[in-house]
């Protein structure tokens, strides 16, 4: 237990530049856009930019877009907004292919010729990775709140915590889920082939969520995405959370897991 | 002697002290390449076994399946009666390893890295024995608070010497000890190894350096493409090698002698005569009888000699 204990503590030591780094830019930037959402709201501008949305954005949101087009919609957008799902996920697949570039590099042969179980290299992994969405989801909070108690208008509420902790709760087993698949490819192959591999599928998925939601006759492919288990349009409009989304997510996340036990215990380690 | 694939090491029979390292069968195969072919192999107590062969012949592979990063196609091995893979964990608690190529983080420093490593042990660090080993070593403490990006090869390669022999396991596993290490350095190693060797631990060391093998182990096993084709002790293959005689003469010689068998003439002038004589020298006086003999100069018989003739018959 202690050496899993050390081995943990130091992936954390060597991660925490990356974590910081990311979590800094990440409140940094959530709490630039409250500073947005709050001049909007004094402009009163939302129903201008909602009319100069072009129509595939509209049907990519649905009957959503009126909710998110206000300054709790905006404050919240943090949690779907592309570029921060990206940064998450960038981050998550980089941590949960630490296994690989460990073997790589020949570390693992250090560690694994001591007595230490080949599990722990993965079990370390998970807490890191949960450990790091936390984190960043964290960071992203520190940050909107710290953007309204600077910028909001004395006149709008703010959202609330019970919708803030359900978004960003879909948020991190969107991400968890992915975090699953990177760390059973890179338990499998190396880091770079995993690392990209993931990116792809992700992106792939991502693409294939928003053409079901333009065009909805691709349900029967589009349930395979795990973008279509997270809805957090949904959520915003004040919809209620549906656990069985939560449940598909973490099953993903889980099954790469546990496929990632699987592969590494019976692997040889070799560069 | 050139050992026989077929033969069997006998069993310890006390399980209460087994071998350092049993190897039983030893198979390991990537679809159809044989990395490793039915290696049986024991090594005892306190004993230094030198693994030699050419790049490739299968010495990592056999190390890899020790510490459990490899997994057999087929067969078993031990470490102190311990299977190295139903109980790896026994196994690896008893072995100190240094690898060929050593996997460290750069942004580590050397402190940090030795913490690090003691501490997968389960065990404190042993401070005072890390500093014996820096001071024997000639790594200073200044050296080990810088990043490891700021190390030389030669450095690195004693970070790895000390992290594998900072908990005084009894069992070393070292794979091309002293790559990389400058001669000086090389003689502080051999001195440590001939330290630890008096406390009783066992060193299995792969080495392509010959003098090496020869001054510091007990026996050598040579690999030749995955299958052991030579088990023997140093001082037996010293006895067994050709010896080189050189034979000097104060007049002129044209005599051709007669050679009795395991002698031959390697070279002979009219001044100077080398000969290479396998078994006994108890001839060489009726040879040179009546001849002008002015010196005479009898080479010890090399370990390389009987190795390289393997490494050459693997080469054609």
Not at chain 1, 199 to 207: D, G, H, P
Not at chain 1, 220 to 244: K, M, N, R, T
Not at chain 2, 28 to 52: C, I, M, S, W
Request: charged share 20%; aromatic share 8%.
């Amino acid at each position: 237990m202690t050496g899993a204990f050390l081995l943990f503590r130091l992936s954390l030591k060597r991660a925490r530049l990356l974590l910081c780094a990311t979590g800094f830019v990440l409140a940094a930037v959530q709490a630039l856009r409250v500073l947005l959402a709050a001049s909007l709201h004094k402009a009163g501008q939302f129903d201008e930019i909602s009319a100069l949305l072009p129509p595939f954005v509209r049907d990519l949101v649905g009957p959503s877009l009126t909710s998110i087009m206000t300054f709790n919609g905006i404050v919240c957008g943090v949690y779907f907004d592309t570029g921060f799902v990206i940064a998450l996920l960038a981050v998550a697949i980089a941590v949960a292919t630490l296994p690989a570039s460990e073997i790589e590099t020949g570390f693992a042969d250090l560690i694994l010729a001591r007595p230490m179980p080949r599990h722990w290299l993965i079990t370390r992994t998970i807490a890191l990775v949960l450990f790091s969405i936390l984190f960043m989801l964290l960071a992203i909070m520190m940050g909107t709140w710290a953007g309204l108690a600077i910028f909001a208008p004395p006149d709008v509420p703010w959202p609330s915590a019970r919708q803030t902790a359900t978004l960003a709760l879909s948020l991190g087993m969107l991400v968890a889920s992915w975090s699953g698949v990177a760390l059973a490819f890179g338990a499998a192959y190396r880091r770079g082939v995993a690392s990209a591999v993931t990116s792809l599928l992700a992106f792939a998925a991502l693409l294939m969520d928003w053409a079901h939601r333009l065009w909805p006759p691709l349900e029967w492919i589009a349930w395979l995405s795990p973008f279509s288990y997270f809805q957090p349009y949904e959520l915003v409009a004040g919809d209620p959370l549906h656990p069985e989304n939560l449940l598909v997510l973490w099953a993903i996340a889980t099954t790469g897991y546990i496929l990632a036990y699987l592969i590494l215990s019976q692997r040889d380690i070799s560069r | 002697m050139p050992y026989d694939s077929g033969q069997n090491p006998p069993v310890s029979a006390d399980r209460a002290s087994p071998p350092a390292i049993s190897m039983r069968g030893l198979t390991k195969r990537y679809g159809p390449l044989t990395a490793l072919n039915e290696l049986n192999l024991d090594v005892q107590r306190g004993e230094t076994l030198g693994f030699l062969g050419l790049n490739g012949a299968g010495k990592t592979t056999a190390i890899r399946l020790l510490l459990d990063l490899l997994r057999p196609t087929r067969g078993q091995a031990f470490i102190f009666g311990y299977n190295c893979w139903t109980e790896g964990l026994d196994a690896r608690a008893r072995i100190g390893y240094l690898p060929g190529e050593l996997g460290l983080y750069l942004d580590l420093t050397g402190l940090e890295t030795l913490d690090f490593l003691t501490g997968l042990n389960g065990q404190p660090p042993d401070k005072r024995r890390r500093q014996e080993l820096c001071d024997r070593l000639e790594l200073s403490r200044h050296d080990l608070r810088r990043r490891l990006r700021e190390y030389s090869t030669g450095m690195k390669r004693k970070l790895g010497i000390i992290q594998a022999f900072q908990a005084n396991p009894p069992l070393l596993i070292l794979d091309e000890p002293t790559e990389g290490l400058d001669p000086l350095m090389q003689e502080s190693f051999y001195a440590l190894l001939a330290d630890v060797k008096r406390g009783g631990t066992t060193v299995f060391m792969s080495s392509h350096v010959l003098s090496e093998v020869e001054r510091v182990c007990d026996r050598i096993a040579l690999l030749r493409k995955g299958e052991m084709v030579l088990l023997s002790s140093v001082q037996e293959i010293r006895r067994l090698a050709p010896r080189r005689v050189r034979v000097v003469f104060s007049k002129d010689v044209s005599a051709h002698p007669e050679l009795p068998p395991g002698y031959e003439l390697t070279e002979k002038t009219p001044r100077l005569w080398r000969l290479t004589v396998a078994g006994p020298l108890g001839f060489l006086p009726g040879l040179l009888e009546g001849l002008p003999v002015e010196d005479m100069e009898v080479e010890e018989a090399r370990l390389e000699d009987v190795v390289l003739k393997y490494y050459r018959e693997e080469a054609s």
